[in-house]
């Protein structure tokens, strides 16, 4: 049922979001978020801090890192340029983990988040009188959360998701980062310089700004860019990979022959809670595709994603700063559409996310580059030594070329993928802008999934930092047993 929903969507969106372009990937000089673009910094920072292992980006991948590195007993500084911690999962209102496998560290934040009562397991909630694709997932008290670990062979009635609010996710993640003690949590703190040492070979220190405008130095012994769209790796000039990647590159069968510029489409999520009296929207009359992927609470608040908003491109061709005020266009006209749908009535527009819902965007070329072929041999034959996280999510492609194929196992990542090529001995990366191909990535992207790569980069920075700084001389056997990745696939993909 729910994949025909995804079919449908897709179907959808393939009209609305194509996003093959003809430009270069050039990003948007006039940006706000574009670091890239800054004048090089020549002063003297306001602050200098020094630590075993420096995160930058506290999404999912970023904070599961910090709490690994300092649960090894390394000190560590997290950067992270929004207000609220959690990245996509709290700042673009993605506040929904599909149902696959996850680690511990993910468990715990769901355990913390449902104490405080903003997290729950939620299945496919039956909305025969809304007459458009939706799919709507709604928190059932008596789910496990056992439940949500699986999406190939998924418990009877479906895959279970877990839902969450985005405060909650803030909360959980500040408490358990604080409690190492090791964590010095720098928000609203942006990344835009990296400086190496004279060796060349290492990453010495990164600059960072404040909201007050102050510029801090954070030198290290280890860093992990966890910043989604890779802006450490990109400044340190690693090779990078963006849109579909061609069929040579890494021998895929699903990928075109040449490469393109095609990105999956980007989401403006908005959250909605029930009132009394709700306030109408008046909204835009921007178009915008007459399906939603909602999650959340019957009587409770709810998440919305509009699937596609813009397409992929639009980031490129308009820069961040205009997709935001584009996006929020598109929102506003589609949750007029919505509220005047069956079950939505008396809800309200609470927020339209701070972030954009980026599904992809630059991935680091890294050691071993996760590919299709991976996604079909399945843990069992995959040839790697090194695997320190599972996945089992469908290729799941928005935009141009579109599609949901499901894999028929579980699968692995290796370790290798979070290694970026070239000479830099001492960065390691824990995000959706690892080594994945695209088509690996429609697959490995999801929350829990970075989580895990996070739970690895966190434990392998912090073994490197007490030794030489190197990450490719930690014991990486001893990493595997420790993550011991595929105890996290309850059912060993043998259902
Ligand atoms: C619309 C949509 C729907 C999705 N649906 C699901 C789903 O249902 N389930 C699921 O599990 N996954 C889903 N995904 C995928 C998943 O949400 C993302 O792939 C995942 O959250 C990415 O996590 P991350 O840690 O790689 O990056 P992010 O969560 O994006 O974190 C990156 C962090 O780095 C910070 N940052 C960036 N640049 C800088 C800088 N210069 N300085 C300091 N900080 C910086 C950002 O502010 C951010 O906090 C969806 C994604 C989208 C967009």
Redesign the pocket.
Known sequence: MTNRIFTLFIVLTLAFANCACGTDAAPDANDS?N?LTRPKFTGEPAQELETDVCV????????AAAIAAARENADVVL????KR?????A??F?S???G?PGDAIAKELFERMRAQGGAGVAKEFPHPEIQAPMGLKLVDENEPYENSLMRVNPPEGGYR?VVFLPDAFDRAARDMLTETTRVAILDE????QAELDDSGRRVRSVL?ENAKGETIRIAARVFID????V??CRALGLETMLGADARGDFGEVGAPEERQLQL?A??R?YLIEPRDNPKREEGSDAPFPRCA?V?GWLDGPRCV?T?AALPGAALIELGYDQCLIESEKIARSHWRWLQSQPGFENYELVAIAP?????EGYRVKTKYVLRESDLIEGWENQPHHDMIAVAD?PCDLHGEGGRLEEVKTAYGVPYRCLIPEGKLQNILV????AGLSKIAAASC??????IQL?TAAGTAAAWAARHDGVVENIDVEALVDKIDARSNYPHKGER
């Open positions: 978020w670091v930058v980006g506290a999404g999912s991948g970023g904070i950067v992270e340029r929004q911690l959690g990245g996509t999962s700042n673009a993605v929904n983990w599909e696959g998701s703190t942006t990344f835009f960072c966890a910043t989604g769209d802006w450490l999956n980007i989401s999520c992927y999650s994603n699937l972030m954009l819902g980026l599904r999510h824990a995000c959706r802008g992207r999801l929350q829990r999934s970075m996070g």
